[in-house]
């Protein structure tokens, strides 16, 4: 085992928290190597990528004093965006929940706001944290999220609100109960192969936006979240590391509709025992 790798075991030991950050998946030449078949893999790669070029960058003899919070980001192809730049693009964020606090919100928008240099998001879209087999989403589950992302707008922190895989019941109970009204609806067309035509009609009266996806019903599982880290850090002890949340982004051209970047910020927390 090669002293950056020890390194990195070692910091992953004493840390509490990690975040991940892909930087900018266009400039990655080798994702454009092999295709990934699913959003999933793509995530569980880019873990897996990220993590290995940072095992490389870490100094071999530690300072005494390591980080609670370790910062695993690829420097070099991570893009802020300049103020001359901001009002020509479009950042839209969805977030995947793993964790059950609500407050996990706020951090993981901050932080998409620092990684990526801008004061506000144009989007974010949520996808609440999977629940147990048999049991069925409802307005009560949402309930917590939706009032920290409305906490958001108001805070100017998000421009628009969003919901993913809601049904046309459980989209109008959101609706008729929440203060700020979900501005779009992902459906994955993968589970319906057409647009529902009670949800499409719902969401034409009230101007909802409905978009399409392909995302896997659980974006990463805890399993294969840590298989990836231990992937990229040899030999790492992964068992105590619990996923809070994936945030994927996409910047977007608009004028030209083209992407110029996009990428994922993962955020983890050691489980004490």
């Known amino acids: 085992m090669d002293k950056q790798n020890s390194a990195a075991i070692l910091l992953l030991k004493q840390a509490t928290t990690l975040n991940i950050h892909t930087g900018n998946l266009v400039n990655w030449s080798r994702l454009k190597k092999k295709c990934p078949s699913s959003t999933s893999e793509e995530l569980?790669?880019?873990?897996?990528?990220?993590?290995?070029?940072?095992?490389?960058?870490?100094?071999?003899?530690?300072?005494?004093?390591?980080?609670?919070?370790?910062?695993?980001?690829?420097?070099?192809?991570?893009?802020?965006?300049?103020?001359?730049?901001?009002?020509?693009?479009?950042?839209?964020?969805?977030?995947?929940?793993?964790?059950?606090?609500?407050?996990?919100?706020?951090?993981?928008?901050?932080?998409?706001?620092?990684?990526?240099?801008?004061?506000?998001?144009?989007?974010?879209?949520?996808?609440?944290?999977?629940?147990?087999?048999?049991?069925?989403?409802?307005?009560?589950?949402?309930?917590?999220y939706w009032e920290e992302l409305e906490n958001l707008l108001q805070s100017h922190k998000i421009a628009a609100i969003g919901t993913s895989d809601l049904d046309k019941p459980l989209l109008e109970q959101l609706y008729t109960w929440a203060q700020v009204k979900p501005s779009s609806n992902q459906v994955n067309l993968a589970s319906c192969c057409v647009m529902p035509p009670d949800l499409t009609a719902f969401a034409k009266e009230y101007d909802i936006q409905l978009l399409t996806h392909n995302d896997t019903k659980e974006l990463i599982t805890e399993?294969?979240?840590?298989?990836?880290?231990?992937?990229?850090?040899?030999?790492?002890?992964?068992?105590?590391?619990?996923?809070?949340?994936?945030?994927?982004?996409?910047?977007?051209?608009?004028?030209?509709?083209?992407?110029?970047?996009?990428?994922?910020?993962?955020?983890?927390?050691?489980?004490?025992s």
């Open 223 to 272: 399993t294969s979240f840590q298989e990836s880290v231990s992937e990229g850090v040899k030999d790492a002890v992964v068992a105590d590391w619990s996923l809070e949340w994936v945030l994927r982004y996409s910047i977007i051209v608009k004028s030209r509709g083209i992407i110029k970047s996009k990428g994922y910020l993962v955020q983890a927390k050691r489980i004490r």
């Open 44 to 144: 569980q790669g880019c873990i897996r990528e990220t993590l290995s070029e940072w095992c490389t960058k870490i100094a071999p003899t530690l300072e005494k004093e390591a980080p609670s919070t370790l910062e695993c980001t690829l420097t070099q192809a991570t893009e802020a965006i300049t103020p001359e730049e901001r009002e020509e693009l479009k950042v839209s964020v969805k977030l995947f929940l793993s964790g059950s606090d609500p407050a996990s919100i706020r951090i993981a928008v901050d932080l998409a706001c620092s990684t990526l240099g801008v004061s506000q998001l144009d989007s974010v879209m949520i996808a609440p944290p999977p629940l147990p087999e048999g049991v069925s989403l409802t307005l009560e589950h949402l309930q917590p």
